[in-house]
């Protein structure tokens, strides 16, 4: 009985030790370029990259305060894609807390017709599942009129 204990203990000892290491700069890196890459994403109406960095579960808050989840995105993004602003994403600080992040930045919309913009700031959570990070909740407050 104490050798099949034995046994039974360093398995589950190996199999700890073989758990998936977290590759937080690599994380960071992903993080960063995917906000970037939702705001082009937004602008351009482009699904695929909504698809991959937005979970199923995902509920954001608007501009506005409404709620939105990740269909509604994908479909208003379609609808009101025109091109006409150039975003860039910008003081972005990403924290770590294990298998979830909180990302934090702001983002300038700007006009290619007259240079006007809008700036706004946002909190996205992000966690790790399923081998992939992904967006499963955003805020976004807009900062000038």
Do not use: H
């Amino acid at each position: 009985m104490k050798n099949l204990e034995l046994i039974i203990l360093m398995l589950a000892l190996f199999l700890f030790s073989c758990s998936e290491k977290m590759d937080y700069e690599a994380a960071n890196a992903y993080i960063l370029k995917s906000a970037q890459e939702w705001a082009e994403a937004i602008n351009a109406g482009d699904s695929s990259v909504i698809d991959r960095i937005v979970a199923d579960d995902f509920v954001g808050v608007s501009l506005r305060g409404d709620l939105y989840d990740k269909q509604t995105l994908i479909r208003e993004s379609k609808m009101k894609a025109n091109r006409s602003y150039k975003p860039k994403v910008f003081n972005v600080t990403i924290r770590f807390y294990g298998e979830a992040a909180v990302a934090q930045g702001n983002e300038t919309w700007t006009k290619k017709a007259d240079s006007t913009s809008t700036t706004n700031i946002w909190t996205d959570t992000w966690i790790y599942r399923d081998k992939k990070w992904q967006i499963v909740a955003a805020q976004d407050l807009k900062l000038n009129p």
